[in-house]
């Protein structure tokens, strides 16, 4: 027997110590319900379990942003409904308007209603925000860019109302404008003198004169004042700008500030003798049409030889002399007045103004991805919704001159109506192919997690029956050591038995 080196002791105390390591690690798994809390556990498997769990995180994330998306797609939709409301309003309005039984104080009752819709339909566009974002005013729509294909430069403030189809690519577009839009002008040749500065009217110098169906009546005693203000309310009905103009008739370069005089200057009309310029407000030949009821007042104005100055014409525009020919090989270009719009079957179509004064040339439209809404409905980059909101304005919807009291305003007002509800229409169609979507990718999202749930829980998740059986192995097994230990520290003592026999 040895009691220097008690071996006994010492190999049940390293039993014991075994075992107590082992039962610890048993009551950690059961405590945390996890098989292993420790890198050292199963190193590889915390490496799996940590990427998994972050996918699961990103995935709970990702459907939430979803559910956001959803929410503004929804508040995007029922802002459309409340214009497409405001729109049927109007289209009624002007049937109403189309019927001849009303007077012109009716039309302009009329007219009061559909200005204040058509504020409302801008008021909808600039004020509807989802979490202070403006939804529909074009800030999450796809950007274009127009510049003059030779020098590079903006033409932004010449072409305007750029609007792009889904089937639009990422791109460059060549564009070759011949010649801008004109408006249609007739002068008059100068009336006959007046007897003084006092000249009026005489009894033989009375009649009607009609401006695209619009009848101005030339009384008995009329100054020039007179008449010329007739004439100018009579063309705001007849959608005609009139004015006095030189004699000769100066015409300036075309700018901003002229446009609806199509650069003349103008003067004042103070003598019959004055010459009168008819610029139609809208653009394209064959917009003015004047005719008088008897020779005497025509030769009194001075309407015998009323010619056209310019003719008027839609924007001329073609392919040629063009650099970036992305189009497909059907593309067809068409304008009309100042609209220019190029289709092809697939659905590719772009359309945009060209303002009067632009200057003949090659532009270059660039279309982009910028400025789309974003919604980020998945775990890992690039996994997005692109999300197109156009713009919805009265601009944009064509109705910004909508006016039943003009000459034909009213039948033009239901095409409008109908050209606007029908782009309205479109819009809200696919606010809601993106909302099926996003409920589509919420509840693909939300099974995604409930798999990735189950597979980390099937690699890092304790088995409590089996944890408890190792548990209760281990707890004996520690008991036992313990009471071995006790044993074998005894030993010792018996040595003493020896040393007294």
């Known amino acids: 027997m040895r009691i220097n080196q008690n071996i006994s002791a010492v190999i049940a105390n390293d039993q014991l110590l075994r075992n107590e390591n082992s039962l610890a690690a048993s009551v950690e798994r059961l405590s945390s319900g996890l098989k292993f809390t420790n890198a050292k556990d199963n190193p590889s498997g915390m490496a799996i379990s940590f990427k998994m769990q972050a996918q699961i995180n990103a995935l709970n994330r990702a459907s939430l942003n979803a559910t956001d998306g959803s929410s503004m797609v929804e508040t995007i939709d029922g802002a459309i409904g409340e214009m497409t409301e405001v729109l049927q309003r109007m289209r009624e309005l002007c049937v109403q308007a189309a019927n001849q039984t ?34 529909l005013d074009g800030t999450m729509d796809r950007r274009t860019y127009v510049t003059n294909a030779a020098t590079g430069e903006s033409m932004f403030d010449q072409i305007s109302n750029v609007i792009i189809s889904d089937g639009v690519q990422e791109n460059f577009y060549d564009v070759n404008i011949i010649a801008a839009p004109e408006y249609q002008v007739k002068f008059s040749d100068g009336g006959q003198a007046g007897t003084g500065a006092g000249a009026t009217v005489g009894p033989n110098q009375t009649g009607v004169v009609t401006i695209n169906g619009v009848e101005v009546e030339i009384k008995e005693g009329m100054t020039p004042s007179d008449v ?12 005609v700008n009139v004015f006095a103009v030189a004699d000769p008739p100066v015409k300036n370069p075309l700018d901003k500030d002229n446009l609806d005089r199509q650069g003349y200057d103008e003067t004042v009309y103070t003598d019959f003798t004055d010459k009168l310029a008819f610029v139609a407000q809208e653009y394209g030949p064959e917009k003015v049409t004047i005719t008088w009821s008897n020779n005497d007042v025509r030769d009194f104005l001075g309407l015998n030889d009323t010619v056209t100055q310019d003719v008027g014409k839609d924007a001329e525009v073609d392919f040629t002399n063009i650099t970036n020919n992305n189009y497909s090989g059907q593309v067809v270009m068409k304008s009309e007045g100042d609209r220019v719009v190029i289709t092809d079957k697939s659905g590719f179509e772009i359309s945009f103004e060209v303002r009067a004064d632009t200057d003949p040339g090659v532009i270059t439209l660039e279309t982009t991805d910028l400025g789309t809404l974003q919604l980020q409905i998945g775990a890992n980059e690039d996994q997005e919704l692109a999300v197109r909101v156009p713009v919805l304005n009265t601009k944009s919807l064509y109705i910004d001159d909508l006016d039943v009291t003009k000459v034909k305003g009213a039948d033009r007002g239901i095409t409008q109506s109908d050209v606007a509800i029908s782009i309205v229409s479109a819009a809200r169609s696919k606010m809601g192919a993106y909302e099926n979507r996003l409920d589509y990718a919420i509840s693909s999202l939300d099974a995604s997690e409930e798999n990735m749930t189950n597979a980390i829980s099937r690699l890092s998740d304790v088995d409590m029956a089996q944890e408890m059986t190792e548990y209760t192995n281990k707890n004996v097994l520690t008991q036992a050591s313990i009471s071995v230990l006790a044993q074998a520290n005894d030993l010792p003592q018996q040595v003493l038995s020896l040393l007294q026999g």
């Open 102 to 135: 009303n007077k012109m104080e009716d039309l302009q009752a009329v007219q009061k209603e559909i200005d204040q819709l058509k504020k409302e339909v801008d008021r909808i566009s600039s004020d509807t925000e989802f979490n202070g974002q403006k939804l």
């Open 228 to 239: 010329y203000q007739a004439f100018r309310d009579a063309g705001e009905v007849a959608r």
